[in-house]
């Protein structure tokens, strides 16, 4: 319903003008006025029983509790979900599966496209969402919840995922086992365009919390992720084979990369990142598998490490099956505090005991820029730029880095080997030559 009120309406009596200001969607207790859905809070349409496409203003609305989701927390319902998806995904125009508050037991589940004749697609999601702890149920390197081949998605409303991810840690046994299987990462989106992401909640991953992989145009705002800083490959937002994606103004604390930069990457933009606990900002690992794709285009700035091991780190596998490159990096006015490793660049990484090979990196790394670095360090060693003897470092420049100790006992330095660095403005630690 909509009412268009001219001025020949302004001259109505004070009973018609109620009758209007009253003229609401009122159904079973619930008001909705003729807007779009993205302003009414989920939880407002929580037990009703019209949501099975009815209309909302502009938007066509999917509840999942009207397709038999009971919210309470023990009960599986994962095909409450995909059914509420199969329904709004096969709808027209602009439409919203809501997810009022409650705690929903899931997963594994997926929400697949593309939805053809969708203008966008809201997941209103006010939720709390508990994934299933039966490992069985996913597939190796799979996700929790996937959004896949979509366009136009919005993915907001305060909710959160939770991973339920303790009792799966002890089965993250890959760098024991390369037969291994993979645990499932929180929130995977797969080949999505034109993607916001807001004001979303992650904790407890059993595998990455959040994962791109082939998205172009994405843009995360306000995500809050959250696990143990002992929870192991808890990533905080994984990016693979995607470009324009935004990362900004959120705060990741979990056991590994608050953000790591997979291969294949394109245009990343970070800015504004809380980071800690945790491993860092960190490029790769790379160099690992044959026909790995560049990594070009990396901004990362404006950003607070807090105890983290590492601050900013570009990491690469020795004895690189193939060749491939990283370049035209910045990283800018990043904050450190007590961080290890505020600066590293690690050619020769191999986090096991497995790597026995003694051949060189394949990986060229060149046009990075280090600039207003500053902060204290918890390790003698600040700034580290150990690259491949096969194929040194290029173009690497530091300007203005400003490194203390934590403590105040000792001196911290600078170690360098293959690269010839450039150096620019205030340098603490002294250059290494």
């Given at each position: 319903m909509a009412i268009t009120l001219t001025k020949g309406n302004m001259s109505l009596g004070l009973g018609i003008?109620?009758?209007?200001?009253?003229?609401?969607?009122?159904?079973?207790?619930?008001?909705?006025?003729?807007?779009?859905?993205?302003?009414?809070?989920?939880?407002?349409?929580?037990?009703?029983?019209?949501?099975?496409?009815?209309?909302?203003?502009?938007?066509?609305?999917?509840?999942?509790?009207?397709?038999?989701?009971?919210?309470?927390?023990?009960?599986?319902?994962?095909?409450?979900?995909?059914?509420?998806?199969?329904?709004?995904c096969e709808s027209t125009g602009r439409v919203s599966l809501v997810i009022p508050r409650g705690t929903y037991l899931i997963g594994p589940v997926k929400f697949d496209g593309p939805c053809e004749n969708v203008s966008s697609?809201?997941?209103?999601?006010?939720?709390?969402?508990?994934?299933?702890?039966?490992?069985?149920?996913?597939?190796?390197?799979?996700?929790?919840?996937?959004?896949?081949?979509?366009?136009?998605?919005?993915?907001?409303?305060?909710?959160?995922?939770?991973?339920?991810?303790?009792?799966?840690?002890?089965?993250n046994n890959c760098l024991k086992d390369s037969n291994c299987r993979?645990?499932?990462?929180?929130?995977?989106?797969?080949?999505?365009?034109?993607?916001?992401?807001?004001?979303?909640?992650?904790?407890?991953?059993?595998?990455?919390?959040?994962?791109?992989?082939?998205?172009?145009?994405?843009?995360?705002?306000?995500?809050?992720?959250?696990?143990?800083?002992?929870?192991?490959?808890?990533?905080?937002?994984?990016?693979?084979?995607?470009?324009?994606?935004f990362l900004s103004s959120s705060r990741i604390a979990t056991g590994d990369d608050c953000i790591s930069i997979g291969q294949g990457n394109s245009h990343i933009t970070i800015t504004s990142i809380h980071c800690g606990p945790g491993h860092g900002i960190s490029v790769g690992s790379l160099g690992k598998y044959r026909d790995e794709e560049d990594v070009s285009g990396l901004v990362v700035r404006n950003c607070y490490m807090k105890e983290t091991t590492n601050g900013i780190?570009?990491?690469?596998?020795?004895?690189?099956?193939?060749?491939?490159?990283?370049?035209?990096?910045?990283?800018?006015?990043?904050?450190?505090?007590?961080?290890?490793?505020?600066?590293?660049?690690?050619?020769?990484?191999?986090?096991?005991?497995s790597c026995s090979s003694k051949a060189p990196s394949r990986v060229k790394l060149s046009d990075i820029h280090f600039k207003n670095i500053r902060g204290t360090s918890s390790s003698e060693v600040a700034v580290n730029l150990e690259c491949s003897k096969g194929i040194p470092c290029q173009n690497i420049y530091l300007e203005d880095v400003h490194l203390n100790p934590s403590s105040g006992d000792k001196r911290s330095i600078s170690f360098c080997s293959n690269v010839r660095a450039k150096f620019i403005g205030t340098q603490i630690p002294p250059p290494c030559s």
């Open positions: 003008k109620l009758l209007i200001i009253l003229s609401f969607f009122c159904l079973e207790g619930v008001c909705v006025r003729g807007r779009d859905l993205s302003r009414t809070s989920a939880s407002k349409l929580q037990g009703t029983k019209l949501m099975r496409g009815e209309a909302f203003g502009s938007f066509n609305a999917f509840n999942v509790r009207s397709f038999g989701a009971q919210a309470d927390g023990r009960t599986d319902d994962s095909q409450a979900f995909i059914e509420a998806w199969k329904e709004a697609l809201t997941v209103q999601m006010e939720g709390y969402l508990k994934a299933s702890m039966d490992l069985f149920k996913y597939e190796s390197g799979g996700g929790w919840v996937e959004f896949r081949w979509l366009k136009g998605l919005i993915l907001t409303g305060g909710g959160t995922f939770d991973g339920q991810g303790a009792q799966a840690w002890p089965y993979i645990l499932p990462t929180s929130v995977k989106f797969m080949g999505v365009n034109n993607t916001l992401v807001q004001d979303i909640t992650s904790i407890n991953s059993k595998f990455f919390h959040m994962a791109l992989v082939e998205c172009h145009n994405f843009r995360g705002t306000k995500i809050k992720i959250t696990a143990p800083e002992d929870s192991p490959n808890t990533d905080g937002i994984h990016v693979e084979r995607s470009s324009r994606v780190r570009i990491k690469t596998w020795p004895n690189s099956p193939g060749s491939s490159a990283a370049t035209n990096m910045t990283f800018a006015n990043i904050v450190m505090n007590n961080v290890s490793n505020p600066i590293i660049i690690d050619q020769s990484y191999c986090p096991s005991s």
